[in-house]
């Protein structure tokens, strides 16, 4: 029980060290999963294995089939195959588009950055302002400000992505035409870097707040919940004890406290959040990795919807190491942490 | 029957429980209210609500919007229970196994489930259903491959919270077996919060469902809500009424789901229930 | 002894909120504590101490408020107070320690950065940095604490309770407190560590002249601290005094009955109890480490909590294995019980290895075995009737849910329940009665050995001597041999023939209990009996056995 406190800063180097190595390992570990179950997908699929690589509206004729065998190893056993498969993602080739005629990682990273700025914006948003809106009303519990948060967070918490995403178009861009409703910058003018910035960010608004909604009622409610929760600790008492002002006990002890279980389910959360940007993507005509999926599926173009999918799992890893980051930076007991 | 009368007191539970009975019925009702297929064409394409005789207006082809949106009810409300009991089936087995075994099958469970909630799961959906074919049994199939790391987490918890019980370990100090122990002891004082979560679910699942339909995904015989609203997002200048209304049915429903799977947590929930306790 | 009266709370009420069991936590409670004397406030669960403790900072639970009475401080009336005075009494004239160590300091904020904050919140203007940082380390000094440098720099989740109650107490040293308050301080501590900090409380008291309220559910405590005592019950005081007249010779029933029911007060009956050398269970170098596995690259933590230990039980033997937490008696029981599997040893029970056992020899063996534990609560499926509870074991092993039934009721009676009880669920019970209900629980199989696992440790004192006797009845009526576990050697005292003593998963002594009482042989053993709280007035366990062998 009695741990010593001499020596814990050592300790702690080697703790932070092995828990790189630990991510490492996870992560290959899942990219080689994903990448297998991506292989099983594709074999599991109905009809001929290039066919489906091909795309299945018919564009392709025998010449590229053959080719695609050859390339895939389609006439070599089953494990092999997958060998083949494995390597080249462990080597970052995503394969080849041949609906559009390009290396799946040409396209993947064409579009990535869009996808990262909405998602990054969406998730730093909704994390910020659900602490904000919840610690506010874990505060007046049962006052009118508090029941009307939680009214709008059940709201939000219901709406389908796509849907407030395009009543906010109605209103925002249709009605009242205060905001851009599609892509990503306007097209067809030449601006300074400064204005072709807020351009971009008119542009992100709509995507980022209707991607950001669900996850802000999340949020909000949890952190009112733990707020609630924390301030009837033992040691919020002894504070009060201490003969120390509300606020004072609100910044110092409750607010960091409550703030964990929020990081941990804002990191369990990542891989809705990147998922919804699909949907998103979809309805702005942001050019991201989502509005990729949806031609990559209008299309069935499978080494395209592979890619993102491997693509979009390393994405949401690495949300998990960030949210994993701040976990680690609020709580000091990190080493005794349980993985759940 | 104190679980009942509870919940009857609980306000935001019993309007979602009456929003949720009047989906019911309309989807009971559906055939009776709407004779005819919502596929039809049964009159003038863009006429607003309340014009040619069409309550909630028409679509770019001229089919009833009305029509379309009680017929999806019966979609959603079908694709939702099915995928969740199915969800609820294989989250509850992997929890219960991982949570009562412990060690390395909890191990290795949990390293499974893990990497489930790791891929992101609109993402493996979509890809689930372009590979399988857009179908009603595949759209189930994907959502329920999606939905069940969060019971299965829960479950386990829970196996594992009561398993280190006393009342638990005296059980099988009195000579029940195992499977006993866990049917008698351990599952019934799991289940509300399974079934909890088990009722969010269903929400969620019918969040997905419209997704996938939205980005034209759905099984392409039914009629549903998200195609209504993915098909007629590209009018949405000129008839709002085609994605407004399709749209807040799924809001309406979903949000009932919500309201009463909150008001059978605050009723089920043991820290309320069991005030007596000390 | 007193000098100026510090604080007087009179005829003070504290109301509870609506749907409570009963509309006042605390009535007419009136008491006075001087500078430079301890004040014992004791009661059992439920008698409002906590509570009166509490009202006078006002830190009473939402909901629960003062309804009538008036606190003064040094002749100020606190009821005029504002938020602001109140918290410039709060930490700095008055300060206040609680019970559970764990809990009480903020789990993600430094050791020193917390009792600086005590320092800084009270101090006009405020300190520089390098004044606060000295009289932190002098305040860890003084709390006797090691390593002051190390400790300040500290996260809670690194010391230990006992360390975390002193870090408590050097928080409410911080601004040189007139009045201490110590909601029952020591009651989560082992013996101990409560012999420690009670020590530390005492010596600080005297240092500084101090005031101290010190509640407590325990006679021993107030033995070894009052000056003066309040005996509280029901949310009412039925008698105060000096120490010494109340321990000596009390008033009112309640404390009589209270002073009786302590563990080790009690004489002790005649101990022959014709117990024959004829084993019934011998346990051999039973081990036991466990092992958390902490991520891919870590080594695995391994905390060995029992090694090499030989324990046997005669037939209608009852042996106590007595220990501080972490010494391995818990796992010790369940390993008997196979409730935890050993890494190695031999449990030999009639004959039979009964670690050797699996599936169904080992249900069939199991009967023979069986085991109560300490949380009343925690013991009973919620969601199971009483009568289904204790019927169940029978019927699991083939008998008629009617047979098994009406023996359950049987029971039921004997352990001093009404006969309505079997179609009742558990909740509908208090403390004591529901450990009643485990105990028929166990017999219902009609065991040849009994684990009691703490059993009497959740329980107040009264009740606690009730159940007491009616083991010591039961064991009579069934012949059974008993493995009786506990903290308290006390409690042990009074119930074993035989006592062994462990420390950190090892066994360090065993013997007669006369024998370990008179004559330790270990050095801990004897730390153990001379941590024993009260025996300036009761004499303690030991003296008590020898003034009767």
Known sequence: MTTSASGAQGHRGIAVALAILGWAAKFIAVVLVIATFAFVLVKAAPGDPAQVMAGQTGAADERMLAQIRQEYGLDKPVIVQLGTHLKRVLTLDLGFSYRQRQPVSTLILERLPATLLLTGTAFLLALFSGILLGTLAGLRAGKWSDTLLTVISLILYAMPVFWLGLMMVLLFSVQLGWLPAFGYQTIGVTMGPFARMLDVASHLVLPAVSLAAIYLAIYTRLMRASVIEVAHQDFIKTARAKGLTQSRIITGHILRNAILPVVTIAGMQASALVGGAVVVETVFAWPGLGRLTYEAVMQRDYPVLLGIFLVMSVLVIVLNLVTDAIYRLIDPRVTTRATN | ?278 | MAEATLLSVENLSIALPRGADRAHAVEEVSLTVGANEIVCLVGESGSGKSMTAHAILRLLPERVSIASGAVHFKGRDIAAFDEAAMRDLRGGEISMIFQEPMSALNPLARIGDQIAEAIVTHAKPAPARETVDARVIELVTAVGLPEPATIVRSFPFQLSGGQRQRVMIAMAMANNPALLLADEPTTALDVTTQKQILGLIRDLQRERGMGVLLITHDFGVVADMADRVVVMRNGQVVEQGTAEAVLRSPQHDYTRALIAAVPGARPVGARSRDIHDAPILVAENLEKTFVTRQGFFRPPRRVPAVRQVALSLNARETVAVVGESGSGKSTLGRMIMRLIEPDGGVVDFNGTDLLALRGEPLRQTRRRLQIVFQDPYAALDPRQKVGDAIARGPMAYGTSRQEAMAEAKRLLARVGLKDNAADRYPHEFSGGQRQRICIARALALKPQVLVADEAVSALDVSVQATILELLAELREEMNLAMLFITHDLRVAAEIADRIVVMRRGEIVEQGATAEVFANPAHAYTRELLDAVPGRRLFAGPGSLLQATA
């Open chain 2, 1 to 278: 029957m104190d679980t009942i009368r509870a919940f009857s007191r609980h306000p935001s539970g019993m309007i979602g429980l009456a929003i949720l009975l009047v989906v019911l019925v309309l989807a009971v009702l559906a055939p009776v209210l709407y004779p005819e297929d919502p596929w039809e064409m049964v009159g003038r394409p863009f006429a607003p609500p309340l014009t040619d005789g069409f309550l909630l207006g028409s679509d770019t082809l001229g089919r009833d919007v009305a029509a379309g949106i009680i017929h999806g009810t019966r979609v959603s409300l079908t694709i939702g229970v099915t995928s969740t009991l199915a969800a609820v089936l294989i989250g509850v087995l992997i929890g219960a196994m991982a949570g009562y075994w412990g060690g390395r099958v909890d191990d290795f469970l949990m390293r499974v489930t893990e990497l489930f909630q790791t891929i992101p799961g609109f993402i493996l959906a979509i890809l689930l259903v372009a590979t399988l074919g857009p179908s009603l049994v595949n759209v189930i199939v994907a959502i329920s491959v999606v939905s069940w790391p969060p019971l299965a987490r829960l479950t386990r918890a829970e196996f594992l919270r009561l398993r280190g019980r006393e009342f638990v370990q005296a059980a099988a100090c009195q000579g029940e077996t195992p499977l006993q122990v866990v049917l008698r002891h351990i599952l019934p004082n799991a289940i509300s919060p399974i079934i909890v979560t088990g009722s969010l679910t269903i929400a969620s699942a019918i969040l997905i469902e419209s997704a996938l339909s939205f980005m034209g995904l759905g099984d392409p015989n039914a009629m549903s809500w998200g195609f209504m609203v993915g098909a007629a997002r590209t009018v949405i200048r000129q008839a709002w009424w085609m994605s407004v209304f399709p749209g807040i049915a799924i809001l309406l429903t979903v949000l009932a789901i919500n309201l009463l799977g909150e008001g059978l947590n605050d009723t089920l929930n043991p820290r309320n229930a069991r005030s007596g306790r000390h």
